[in-house]
């Protein structure tokens, strides 16, 4: 079970009393119910149902009152830190809604078709709700896969930031589950693939036309745009993420994985080191603070590997330098500007290729530092997105 170090203390008689001599105990969230215990280890000596109860935020900095089932327990724990706190806080509500049903298997819920897709903690299957008949893209997460606290909350963070956005430029909520085993959660199926799809292609049987691309990435734009205009960053956006609605279309796509999604006014958390290498801005790389920008220079290395099968950069170390130098350029009026590495032949000649408007694109979504970078409202006007490419 996921586990967090916390202060607890349980209310008696219309006070809050500490329920052990130091006031901490592990909590672990698990099946539907909080479980305590004395160490990371041990057996669990009380526990609290979820489902009927309700949180509230308390008096002191970063605590949660967690009411039981009817209120049949008052508790109080008082987190180490705020993203703590907000990560528990998503978890404790979904449980406490009914958002997450409690089941014993996955059948229970759907009939599970062909496998679609695997990642390094889930695997995405095609499936179809008993009850209604809607086909949906199951993603089930073993709980193996997901030992520690944050992991667990990432996933939570997920469902509550698909039912917010509700399909709006992201594939739509179809329902989520729990076992003892596993986490599920439904979603809207997209039958084209993905851009890893696309670029995987583009390598073996040679480059996407530039219209086809452009028309890709002004997709992603529009549906990242909507992401924006709620006050989120994205923050893993990468070619395994974007999806096409309908087989041989790069025109309709949705953003999944929403599990590393971030909101803009919780400064504490842009200070984190997230994402996908390859596709990550070299500011959160170097964890230096960011903002939506961010997201720009993932849209910049996507196009990059669509055109040339390359990322911007080879290492995390190479993304870290490239930053400090445009820093010191710019304080020295010079502009830093990305261009392939001369070592690749093959991308050089592929770079080469590419319209001046695609170069320029490219260029100004990696542009370093951060503060050099457009925003996604003046790309989606951007000659490369805007214009027919003959």
Request: aromatic fraction near 8%.
């Amino acid at each position: 079970m996921a586990s967090t170090f916390a202060q607890i203390f349980e209310r008696r008689g219309g006070c809050f009393r500490r329920e052990v001599c130091k006031g901490r105990l592990w909590l672990q969230l698990d099946s539907g119910r909080v479980f305590f215990s004395s160490n990371a280890t041990s057996k669990p000596t009380s526990s609290i149902v979820l489902e009927g109860g309700s949180c509230s935020r308390g008096e002191e900095r970063n605590s949660l009152v967690v009411e039981g089932r009817h209120g049949s327990t008052s508790t109080r724990i008082i987190f180490p830190t705020t993203a703590v706190l907000e990560g528990w806080e998503t978890a404790l509500t979904l449980h406490q809604s009914g958002v997450i049903r409690q089941i014993n298997r996955a059948e229970d819920v759907w009939r599970i078709a062909d496998k679609l897709g695997e990642g390094a903690f889930s695997s995405v299957y095609r499936a179809t709700a008993q009850e209604g008949e809607k086909v949906v893209a199951l993603k089930i997460l073993p709980k193996r896969l997901l030992p520690s606290s944050s992991d667990r909350l990432r996933v939570f963070r997920e469902i509550e930031t698909l039912q917010f956005f509700g399909g709006d430029g992201v594939i739509s909520f179809e329902g989520c589950a729990e076992s003892n085993d596993s986490f599920f959660i439904a979603s809207e199926l997209c039958e084209g693939g993905t851009a890893l799809d696309v670029a995987q292609a583009s390598e073996r049987e040679g480059p996407l036309p530039e219209q086809k691309i452009s028309e890709c990435i002004r997709s992603v734009l529009l549906c990242l745009q909507r992401v924006h205009l709620r006050g989120y960053i994205h923050r893993d956006i990468k070619a395994e993420n974007i999806a096409f609605k309908v087989k041989g279309s790069l025109r309709d796509t949705r953003l999944l994985d929403l599990g590393l999604s971030l909101h803009t006014d919780i400064q504490a958390a842009t200070l984190e080191t997230v994402g996908t290498d390859g596709y990550a801005a070299p500011e959160v790389v170097a964890g230096k603070p960011y903002a939506l920008n961010a997201d720009v220079f993932s849209v910049g290395a996507l196009t990059l590997l669509l055109c040339c099968q390359i990322f911007p950069f080879s290492s995390g170390e190479e993304a870290v330098s490239s930053l400090a130098a445009a820093e010191e350029g710019l304080r020295l009026g010079n502009l830093w500007q990305w261009e392939p590495p001369a070592e690749e032949d093959g991308a050089q000649k592929k770079w080469s290729a590419l319209s001046a408007h695609c170069k320029d694109f490219v260029q100004r979504c990696l542009a370093l530092p951060p503060s050099q970078r457009p925003g996604v409202d003046d790309l989606i006007v951007h000659p490369f997105i805007s214009s027919k490419i003959p």
